[in-house]
């Protein structure tokens, strides 16, 4: 017994002094607990705080991207606008909590005056999400004058966007702009207002004109956690979108963003923008040939630096082009004495170009095209023989191969065809989606 007191007595004198220490460091119920003394040399983090090295980096990345193209010689891009407010829908590849836009006045004829401009979360039509709406400023000031032939970037806007959502950008213009800057085939609706500053309404009934163009938008940048680097699709109307039905974002630079954000898969961490043209050339400027106008873009190699070099965090571009240079029944043809050599010379000069600003270039084989001639049809082969063997890129996308019908290698396969014989299906979108290898976008340059 004695043994077994002495044992509690000796037990006593361990645990009153062990919780005498526990009393003092836990807080009484509804107390506040003490600060923690710093440690000298270290910085004092608040309890619950993720230290700032733990946090995942943000970076700034192509959220959303057109191209932009002269005017046409008639229609709402000859006359412009005045005092009006052009909404317009954009369909994000990478999501954040912070957007900034860039707004281009690059063939105006004079100072682009924006009034105001706001973004927000889009719900349906010309409507936005309730509570969503952030006002866009640049250096600080709601409105801005953008000079001819320059881009304003606003100031970043503390906006949580998704990827794979809609957003809504609306722009007053309160004088005159005369001939706009614009993409013309957006394959997207967009809204024009009643007379006035509408870029505050919340729903869309003071919007009942539509178009399916962008005016001077020219880029989303976004923000983000996931996303570190940039890849742009450039090309033509089959990149642009060709035949696939508005509203469906089913071109396959959009399929193609979206197996790069899905789950854990090789190359996560890429936003994908789009700079297709429909009718644009690698070498010459295209234009309908009843405007006689180049409303259809000056050529690649004019537009590669402000389209893809000059996009924010570019890791990588995939050019597809050379299609309108062969042959086109929709404007302007090229000279009768193109050969391969110059087409094989202009994407050599973009890969050199690419590589010199750190950019991997992979180049996709010119697809079948039952249109062109057969004398075309052997520069095309002869193109993409080079393409496949030159190692001039730092990835080939074999789309010939994917979309051609082996019976009849200068067709498309019937299940691929939109119908005109040049321009792929939605099935045959997700095919040249499918076909793009998502761990050689992830490689930096290594052809010269």
Do not use: C
């Not at 526990?22 to 270290?42: C, D, F, I, K, W």
């Not at 309160?174 to 993409?183: A, F, S, V, Y």
């Amino acid at each position: 017994m004695r043994r077994q007191g002495g044992l509690r007595r000796s037990a006593a004198r361990v645990l009153l002094p062990v919780l005498a220490l526990v009393l003092t460091v836990l807080p009484l119920p509804g107390a506040t607990a003490a600060p923690r003394p710093a440690v000298p040399g270290r910085t004092a983090v608040p309890s619950g705080a993720v230290p700032a090295a733990a946090r995942p980096p943000h970076h700034w990345v192509g959220g959303w991207a057109t191209a932009l193209t002269p005017p046409g010689s008639s229609g709402l891009s000859a006359t412009g606008f005045a005092d009006r407010t052009v909404r317009m829908v954009v369909h994000l590849a990478a999501g954040g909590d912070r957007i900034r836009l860039r707004l281009s006045n690059a063939y105006g004829t004079r100072p682009l005056d924006l009034g105001a401009v706001t973004v927000a979360r889009r719900s349906a039509g010309a409507a936005t999400v309730p509570g969503t709406r952030r006002a866009v400023t640049f250096g600080g000031q709601r409105s801005a004058a953008v000079p001819v032939g320059a881009e304003a970037v606003s100031d970043p806007v503390p906006l949580r966007v998704a990827a794979d959502r809609d957003l809504v950008v609306s722009v007053h213009l309160p004088t005159p702009t005369g001939p706009t800057t614009w993409h013309g085939w957006a394959k997207q609706t967009n809204y024009l207002s009643t007379p006035g500053d509408h870029t505050g309404d919340e729903d869309g009934t003071a919007f009942p004109e539509e178009a399916t163009s962008w005016f001077f938008l020219h880029g989303v940048d976004v923000s983000s956690t996931v996303a570190a680097h940039t890849v742009v699709a450039f090309g033509d109307s089959i990149t642009e979108g060709g035949a696939i039905p508005d509203e469906v974002n089913l071109r396959w630079p959009d399929i193609l963003a979206r197996r790069l954000a899905g789950g854990a898969r090789p190359g996560r961490g890429l936003s994908v923008v789009n700079a297709g043209i429909g009718g644009n050339r690698l070498l010459s400027d295209a234009g309908t040939a009843v405007e006689g106008r180049i409303n259809l873009g000056v050529n690649a190699e004019a537009r590669f630096a402000r389209d893809v070099l000059d996009r924010p965090a570019v890791s990588a571009a995939i050019v597809l082009l050379g299609t309108n240079d062969l042959g086109s029944d929709s404007g302007v043809h090229p000279g009768s004495g193109l050969t391969s050599g110059e087409l094989i010379a202009g994407l050599a000069s973009l890969a050199d170009r690419a590589h010199a600003a750190g950019i991997a270039l992979h180049a996709g084989t010119i697809t079948p095209n039952t249109k062109l001639t057969p004398a075309a049809e052997r520069i095309r082969v002869t193109v993409n023989r080079w393409i496949r063997t030159g190692h001039a890129f730092d990835g080939v996308i074999d789309f010939d191969a994917a979309l051609r019908d082996p019976t009849a290698p200068q067709r498309l396969l019937p299940g691929y065809d939109s119908g005109d014989g040049v321009h792929p299906n939605i099935a045959g979108m997700r095919t040249m989606a499918q076909t793009v290898d998502l761990p050689a976008l992830s490689r930096p340059p290594v052809a010269g």
